[in-house]
């Protein structure tokens, strides 16, 4: 397989799968566009699977190296933005994007996630929780339905397309956060939250986890420093209750 030829590292992420010619018909499509790095969380019919290696032909090299997880926090972990592919709309305050902006939109970030969900529901909306910005492919509002191996073609070809032409590069100077770095961070916010009694009724607290992770995440370009900044404030706030 020939070198990665994008200035920066794309991660194409499918989120319980279940069928496994649409995951190797999905690594095709990265490989007819330059993107290697394949992750799979928690695959219905487990790992590996025949049905995508038998799929994936030319791209057999993308499967055999994907990387399975349990959760989506794992698979974002080391990724410094990540977008969630979503159609359907979300009643949360979360950007939005079309996918034709998308190469433009990366110009800061060496590291970036597509996440794609479920063949019969895609994502749900603690998962786009998880995302910094959500990235809608524009079709027929009354279709707007894709095969997620379509979808992940359409989002690969654009990427690709905006890249080639130059149309991104790489200005941030300070190194970013990643994915990991805000999860230790929700843990101790979320924490802290818990012992102050905040979460007053049970019924609502996953809610208004997801509430605040979707605040945070909207903050684009937070720094590794910025990050620890918030802990140490958190910290300071506390350390002498």
Not at 67 to 84: C, F, G, M, R, T
Not at 107 to 134: C, P, T
Not at 135 to 151: C, E, K, P, R
Not at 185 to 210: C, P, V, W
Request: proline share 2%; net charge positive.
């Amino acid at each position: 397989m020939s070198a990665n030829p994008f200035p920066l590292n794309i991660s194409i992420i499918l989120v319980q799968p279940q069928m496994g010619e649409n995951i190797g018909a999905a690594a095709r499509a990265m490989k007819n566009f330059s993107i290697t790095d394949l992750r799979i969380v928690s695959p219905r019919d487990g790992w590996p699977n025949e049905k995508a290696k038998n799929m994936s032909v030319g791209a057999l090299e993308i499967i055999e190296k994907a990387k399975i997880y349990n959760s989506v926090s794992d698979s974002i972990e080391n990724l410094e933005y990540v977008y969630a592919a979503s159609a359907a709309p979300r009643d949360m305050n979360k950007n939005y994007i079309l996918s034709r902006d998308l190469a433009n939109d990366i110009i800061d970030y060496k590291h970036v996630g597509i996440m794609f969900g479920r063949e019969n529901s895609g994502l749900n909306n603690e998962e786009i929780s998880y995302a910094n910005k959500i990235v809608t492919i524009d079709t027929d509002v009354n279709f707007s339905s894709l095969n997620i191996a379509h979808a992940v073609a359409v989002i690969c070809y654009e990427l690709f397309q905006g890249i080639k032409q130059n149309r991104v590069g790489l200005s941030n100077i300070q190194e970013l956060a990643t994915h990991g770095d805000l999860e230790y961070f929700f843990g101790h916010l979320f924490n802290i939250l818990e012992q102050n009694s905040f979460f007053r009724t049970k019924d609502k607290k996953a809610y208004m986890k997801l509430k605040i992770r979707n605040l945070f995440n909207r903050i684009d370009r937070l720094s590794k420093q910025e990050v620890q900044t918030l802990r140490g404030i958190l910290t300071n706030l506390t350390k002498n209750k």
